[in-house]
């Protein structure tokens, strides 16, 4: 059965960065794309952006350029979420998530469990 | 990328229906039908309910519809559950590669 699991939560100073990782199993990473999702503390979701895992080509959402970047490693099935130059306004959940069928937008029906990152000195 | 406007707020008691309303602009719910709702209890994952605008994926009760107007998507829960109690969120395709959720809606059952 397809799975989305992610690492663990993160303490981090304001001005570090931070690397969260999705990996996937039951099913071949480069089939399907990797969507990314905030959720600060109380607040509603946010889509970051998502990366082709076919070829490796990010797309990231207007309010997300700059300080973030999706990467992905073939190899052992994981996709990749680096934040730097971390504010306390990034604290929030991140999840990636992936549609059930490539080419469906919104179909996001499989979900990593979340990851939190605290930004606080 | 503007997020999609959903009310802060619904509620309804055991048995009756509720509609969350989610709208958009003619660039995103108006131009696409990839409407998608999601599910939210506290602590949790969201879960997807509704997917282009009216399809249900495997396991999601016939009470959840979902349906969509010029710019105006809507989720009606029939036959409200207490275990419906859960923040609902509406995305929509954007054009671009691009996909904007709303702001989400608490959804109290009394």
């Known amino acids: 059965q397809v799975q989305l699991v992610q690492s663990g939560s993160e303490l981090k100073p304001p001005g570090a960065s931070v690397k969260v990782s999705c990996k996937a199993s039951?099913?071949?990473?480069?089939?399907?794309?990797i969507n990314w999702v905030r959720q600060a503390p109380g607040q509603g979701l946010e889509w970051m952006g998502w990366i082709n895992t076919k070829t490796g080509n990010p797309t990231y959402a207007q309010d997300f350029t700059g300080r973030i970047v999706f990467s992905l490693d073939t190899s052992v099935s994981t996709a990749y979420l680096q934040i730097s130059s971390l504010r306390a306004e990034d604290t929030a959940v991140y999840y990636c998530?992936?549609?059930?069928?490539?080419?469906?937008?919104?179909?996001?029906?499989?979900w990593g469990q979340g990851t939190l990152v605290t930004v606080s000195s | 990328q503007s997020a999609l406007t959903q009310p802060p707020s619904a509620s309804g008691s055991p048995g009756q229906s509720v509609i969350i309303s989610c709208t958009g602009t003619?660039?995103?719910?108006?131009?696409?039908?990839?409407v998608s709702w999601f599910q939210q209890h506290p602590g949790k994952a969201p879960k997807l309910i509704i997917y282009e605008v009216t399809k249900r994926p495997s396991g999601v009760p016939d009470r959840f519809s979902g349906s969509k107007s010029g710019n105006t998507a809507s989720l009606t829960v029939s036959g409200l559950q207490t275990e419906d109690e859960a923040d609902y969120y509406c995305?929509?395709?954007?054009?671009?590669?691009?996909?904007?959720f709303g702001g989400g809606t608490k959804l109290t059952v009394l």
């Open positions: 998530a992936r549609v059930a069928v490539a080419g469906i937008w919104g179909n996001l029906v499989y």
């Open positions: 003619s660039s995103d719910i108006g131009g696409y039908n990839y």
């Open positions: 995305s929509s395709y954007a054009g671009s590669s691009n996909l904007v």
């Open positions: 039951g099913y071949t990473l480069t089939s399907i794309g």
